[in-house]
């Protein structure tokens, strides 16, 4: 195992740019975090929102193509690729089967979220302010009693409840709670994990760059009209795009990979004899 510790890329190339964006673009649309940030602009200041999201992924890239680049420092290169590519197709496959499973336009997944999501919200939003929303009370559900399991989980939660206090009262209740439920909504997501194999595989500057710009501009439409944008978007299409791209990177880096190894193995190329 190599010990060596990761060299700054020399690389730039506009290819890991695009790519870094692309991906961002075709797999966030549609995703809890569009959501988080669309929901959370019809209740609050937008330009709050919005800042607190994107903080959240901006951070979560960082760190996701900083974990990526290590990698080459552990592995040979060749293999970052190999693993990208594999990545790419596996995901690819998969979002492929989500779409055909999707009926009509994905409508029934668009709703299935966002219900998702305003659960989530809800229960973000009694655990921070210690209420329930009249239209639950009028549903039958009872207030939280102040002992037994409400005393167990404020004792196991409280010093993430006292950082979060502490950030709110800095930052304010809006762009904290904005900005922890998009960073837990996309820990583990598939784009973290595709920004991870990007940077292991591209150049970690441009990789961060095109990222940050995907999930901005992700953000921002989710921010200025999400709930419009995304009755109106056919999300079986969008999903059948990100397929097809992950597909296509996912070749791409293999393809990579096995030049990489034929120019060590010095495997002559034939040339046409003028």
């Known amino acids: ?24 673009i075709l797999s966030e649309i549609g995703d809890k975090t569009f959501f988080i940030a669309a929901i959370l602009s019809m209740r609050h200041p937008r330009l709050v929102v919005f800042l607190g999201a994107l903080g959240s992924l901006a951070l ?3 760190l996701s193509a900083s974990l990526g680049h290590i990698l080459p420092a552990l592995l040979p290169k060749k293999w970052t690729q190999v693993m990208a590519g594999v990545l790419f197709l596996v995901f690819g496959s998969k979002m492929m089967m989500e779409a055909r ?3 009509g336009k994905g409508r029934e997944k668009v709703e299935e979220e966002m219900r998702e999501v305003e659960e989530e919200i809800e229960e973000d939003e009694i655990e921070a302010g210690g209420s329930i929303p009249l239209e639950r009370l009028e549903e039958g559900e009872a207030v939280p009693s102040s002992s ?20 709110s009262l800095i930052l304010g209740p809006v762009f904290v709670q904005s900005f922890v439920l998009t960073f837990l909504g996309e820990w583990g997501d598939r784009s973290q994990i595709a920004t991870i194999a ?3 595989a591209d150049n970690v500057y441009l990789v961060t760059v095109g990222t940050v710009l ?14 419009y944008v995304s009755s109106k978007i056919s999300v ?3 999903t059948l795009g990100g397929a097809a791209l992950f597909l296509i990177f996912g070749v791409i880096y293999l393809y990579d990979a096995l030049a990489s190894s034929a120019e060590e193995l010095s495997i002559p190329i034939p040339v046409g004899e003028s």
């Open 236 to 238: 079986k299409h969008v």
């Open 101 to 103: 499973e999707m009926g």
């Open 214 to 227: 995907g999930h901005t501009c992700c953000t921002a439409l989710a921010v200025i009209g999400g709930r």
């Open 60 to 62: 979560m890239s960082i």
């Open 148 to 167: 037994g399991a409400r005393k167990q989980k404020k004792l196991s939660s409280s010093v993430a409840e006292g950082v979060r206090n502490f950030c």
């Open 1 to 24: 195992m190599s010990t060596q510790s990761p060299t700054v890329p020399t690389d730039f190339s506009v290819e890991a740019l695009i790519r870094s964006f692309m991906t961002i």
């Open 198 to 200: 990007l940077g292991a």
